[in-house]
């Protein structure tokens, strides 16, 4: 898989594969292209190149690496589990206990920290019961001991609902140690031999 | 003589229409940061009002129409130039206006009430004004409940919402349509330069109250009715001119909300309650 803009090869020869139960590490440095490999997976951009094969009816769920809610807008936790869909009381209630939020009440999301944030949204993505989750740079921003947590509530999610996971982010260690698999991503200058 | 021949009963009617919708609408205009747009949309309205008198129709529809080319331009410039919003805004903006300032000076024979159309004309309301600004109010109201969860989801972010398998394009594109037919009802109520006003004086008084997205928006069509009946009364008593009243009403509002503010202070931490 590639995507060209301007002039310039965003990522090439993107190669990943991701089954059901797996957790795969996408890892690159800054400007490597992981968040826009991540957003052609998802569909949210066009490929230019290759093609990306999905089992029947995938659904995913999304925690995008940066997401700022404004202020301004009164969402409460709860309501943000219930923004794309209306799910059930129980659903939530269980979405928000795998996410370790529960003894927060019910809080206006700004007031969250940005791990709890990061957590909330990963509760989001959970509640569709997801065949796949594509995590951005979920511990980014979280501080060591807040990363190992996220982790470990990830983990669990792919247990519980037996979908795959794949996680971008840029701890290579983390990746060899937790992973079933990885790709790295090099930001290159170096691909004009294979360009025909 | 039916209720409606009273002049004050008109415009009161007209301007709770138009209040009803502004504000939630307004609430879209706060969350997402769309002020200026408004802006844009109402100033060139100016060149639709000139067209609709250069050819005598019912200048709601001439504002409607300039609305709706400033969206359609807006939503494909937008996304081919790579200048800022704001640039593009501004440039439709003064753009619109100046080209409609122009056209009116080929007409000199033509009479146009230019601070009616900056501040408002809400006594001048007509029967046809009413029927056209309540049935464009209930065409909003009803395309916002049929897009509620869509306009909500791409306002906290459009890539969920594209996962979600919605389309945050074409319900951005709604939005921008939706604005049109709101600024062509509120050019009448309080004028082109006070539009915006409307839209967010209300969603930034009620955004204190609200513990979630669906009570702000209602909130702040009831904020903007008090708005409404406290400019006409004012306009009444003080022969004070009745838009530019509307939108200290308002200010006056908001203002009390933030002194309340004192005694709500928790309000943040403790909405509990869900919806």
Known sequence: MGIYRSNRWLVRHVDVKVLRGQLVYIIGANGAGKTTTAKALLGLIPTDEGEIRRGPALKVGYVPQRLHINPTLPLTMRRLLRLTERYKNTEIDHAITAVGLQRLGNPFVSTLSGGEFQRLLLAQAMLSRPDLLLLDEPAQGVDAAGADKLHNIIDRIRIELGCGVLCISHDLQLAMDTGDDFLVLIPHEHDEMDST | ?275
């Open chain 2, 1 to 275: 003589m039916t209720l409606f021949d009273d002049f004050l009963i008109r415009s009161l009617i007209a301007g709770i229409g138009v209040a009803l919708i502004a504000g939630p609408m307004g609430c879209f205009v706060v969350w997402r940061r769309l002020a200026y747009f408004g802006e844009t949309i109402a100033h060139s309205a100016l060149l639709g009002i000139t067209v609709a008198v250069v050819f005598s129709f019912n200048f709601m529809l001439g504002v409607l129409i300039s609305s709706i080319a400033v969206v359609v331009v807006m939503y494909y410039i937008d996304r081919s130039e790579n200048l800022p919003t704001e640039t593009l805004l501004g440039l439709l903006a003064h753009g619109g206006l100046a080209i409609g300032l122009v056209v009116l000076s080929f007409f000199p024979n033509m009479r146009m009430d230019l601070e009616a159309l900056l501040f408002g004309d809400i006594l001048a309301v007509s029967k046809t004004d009413l029927v056209v600004i309540w049935i464009g109010g209930g065409v909003v109201f009803a395309s916002l409940l049929f897009l509620w969860r869509q306009l909500l989801t791409s306002t906290v972010s459009e890539d969920l919402a594209k996962v979600a398998g919605m389309r945050p394009d074409l319900t951005n594109l709604c939005f921008g349509l939706l604005m049109a037919i709101v600024i062509a009802g509120a050019v009448k109520i309080v004028g082109i330069l006070l539009i915006v006003a409307l839209l967010i004086i209300p969603a930034a008084t009620a955004r204190k109250f609200a513990i979630s997205p669906e009570i702000m928006a209602a909130l702040a069509g009831l904020i903007g009715v008090v708005g409404v009946i406290g400019g006409l009364g004012s306009s009444l008593y003080w022969d004070t001119p009745a838009g530019p009243s509307m939108v200290v009403t308002l200010m006056i509002l908001f203002a009390l909300s933030r002194v309340l503010k004192i005694s709500y202070g928790t309000t943040e931490k403790s909405a509990t309650r869900n919806k």
